[in-house]
């Protein structure tokens, strides 16, 4: 069965600062890796995601994650952080013998401070 | 998030009432689904329909009725609900084939659901 971790209920950073947001995952397959963000009374806006190849994969508004396939790992990174992506980061994971089932984390609350 | 769009945005209800979530994606997908977000807790997959055929219901309780009458439209239908039922429902939809894919879920804002 598929499984995600997000090992931290909130990160904090301060503004121009790198952030990572952690993401660990467990599945039979090979994994499908994807990251959403919410925001207040909002959906789920989808960020990026890893299929295959380049295990750095870039996504919208200047975010990336890193595939790590030993450590099963796939952090959310961003060179500087913005006030505005203060927000709920979701990972989410599928194997490529399901059929479209998403797992998600319980996510990570990003705070960026002035 | 005008990809897929949801009403009502928020709903207060009675355990006796009955009410209709209504969802529709303008984005050519055939894959729709609907989840529960609770605080504290993961999101939870409920339904989900591939070429207007249900293909996945995970153990939810029959108070919760889904209907999808064609791919662009998804309706979760409510009925004698419990104050637990009280979360932010969410629809999403995906382009699927008929096996492995490698589609992303795009998804609506949501519905605040209130029971009383």
């Known amino acids: 069965a598929q499984s995600v971790a997000q090992p931290e209920d909130q990160v904090n950073v301060a503004e121009g600062n790198p952030l990572t947001v952690k993401c660990t995952y467990s599945?039979?397959?090979?994994?499908?890796l994807f990251w959403y963000v919410q925001y207040p009374n909002r959906g789920l806006q989808f960020l990026l995601k890893?299929?295959?190849?380049?295990?750095l994969v870039k996504g919208s508004y200047g975010f990336e994650a890193e595939f790590n396939k030993s450590q099963t790992s796939f952090h959310l990174k961003k060179p500087s952080a913005l006030v505005s992506d203060s927000a709920l980061y979701f990972c989410a994971v599928r194997d490529d013998t399901g059929f479209q089932k998403l797992v998600f984390g319980t996510g990570t609350r990003l705070l960026v401070s002035p | 998030e005008t990809g897929v769009t949801q009403t009502p945005r928020h709903l207060v209800m009675g355990m006796t009432n009955k009410k209709s979530l209504k969802c529709e994606q303008h984005l050519g997908h055939n894959a729709m689904y609907w989840y529960k977000q609770s605080a504290k807790k993961p999101l939870e997959l409920m339904f989900v329909y591939n070429f207007k055929e249900q293909t996945e219901n995970n153990s939810v309780p029959s108070r919760f009725s889904p209907e999808c009458p064609n791919s662009s439209h998804l309706f979760l239908h409510l009925h004698t609900l419990q104050p637990e039922d009280s979360a932010l429902y969410l629809c999403?939809?995906?382009?699927?084939?008929?096996?492995?894919?490698?589609?992303?879920?795009?998804f609506g804002p949501g519905t605040r659901l209130t029971v009383l």
């Open positions: 999403a939809s995906s382009q699927q084939g008929r096996g492995m894919g490698t589609d992303t879920q795009y």
């Open positions: 599945v039979s397959g090979n994994p499908y």
């Open positions: 890893y299929i295959t190849g380049d295990n």
